[in-house]
T-cell receptor, first 117, second 114 residues
Framework: GAVVSQHPSWVICKSGTSVKIECRSLDFQATTMFWYRQFPKQSLMLMATSNEGSKATYEQGVEKDKFLINHASLTLSTLTVTSAHPEDSSFYIC?????????????FGQGTRLTVV | GENVEQHPSTLSVQEGDSAVIKCTYSDSASNYFPWYKQELGKGPQLIIDIRSNVGEKKDQRIAVTLNKTAKHFSLHITETQPEDSAVYFCAASSPRDSSYKLIFGSGTRLLVRP
């Protein structure tokens, strides 16, 4: 299957600083990418849909000014957690669709564990 | 919007036995139903999926069944092995949403006892 690479795999940052997470589709072009957050022993909660060349669509309750998403190319989307606080500590996962018509398969990155101290 | 419910939340089976995980969905227009396996500290990995024009799909020890009338679908793992131990998530997507976003179930923690 297609490969989605996420970087970094883990990061520790101080409270108040910003952290950027990258999501790359390595062998296909992704017109749409998704960002999820997963707390321990819980399911994946969709944060936002990232569309190449346009603004991201955020799910209800997700602060767009805190979680900045940029999808500047067909192979890269970034999530920046601004002014991070301990409650932002979580496992962040991206996924990508190849964008082919009728293809709804989603490929996931390996996730980024963010710890805010 | 779509809502997906999954049960059981935990499942413990003896090696070699079968495991069944069930999900229900609310949006009758949903037409794509993938199953993901997630190991500790890793991203979900697609193990099998089914579309609404098919009632059953099988891949070696893994099978998925879909009942559109009842709006539920199930994952069947036969001859379970210890390496099958992980968290399994079902998901659904609907053509009502052009982005094909997936709505996930709450997950099932499967433990296969040697």
């Amino acid at each position: 299957g297609a490969v989605v690479s996420q970087h970094p795999s883990w990061v520790i940052c101080k409270s108040g600083t910003s952290v950027k997470i990258e999501c790359r589709s390595l062998d296909f072009q992704a017109t749409t990418m998704f960002w999820y957050r997963q707390f321990p022993k819980q399911s994946l909660m969709l944060m936002a849909t990232s569309n190449e060349g346009s603004k991201a669509t955020y799910e209800q309750g997700v602060e767009k000014d805190k979680f900045l998403i940029n999808h500047a190319s067909l192979t890269l989307s970034t999530l920046t957690v601004t002014s991070a606080h301990p409650e932002d500590s979580s496992f962040y996962i991206c996924s990508a669709h190849s964008g082919r018509i009728m293809n709804t398969e989603a490929f996931f990155g390996q996730g980024t564990r963010l710890t805010v101290v | 919007g779509e809502n997906v419910e999954q049960h059981p939340s935990t499942l413990s089976v003896q090696e070699g036995d079968s495991a069944v995980i069930k999900c229900t969905y609310s949006d009758s227009a949903s037409n794509y139903f993938p199953w993901y396996k997630q190991e500790l500290g890793k991203g979900p990995q697609l193990i099998i999926d089914i579309r609404s024009n098919v009632g059953e799909k099988k891949d070696q020890r893994i099978a998925v069944t879909l009942n559109k009338t009842a709006k539920h679908f199930s994952l069947h793992i036969t001859e379970t092995q210890p390496e099958d131990s992980a968290v399994y998530f079902c998901a659904a997507s609907s053509p009502r949403d052009s982005s094909y976003k997936l709505i996930f179930g709450s997950g099932t923690r499967l433990l296969v006892r040697p």
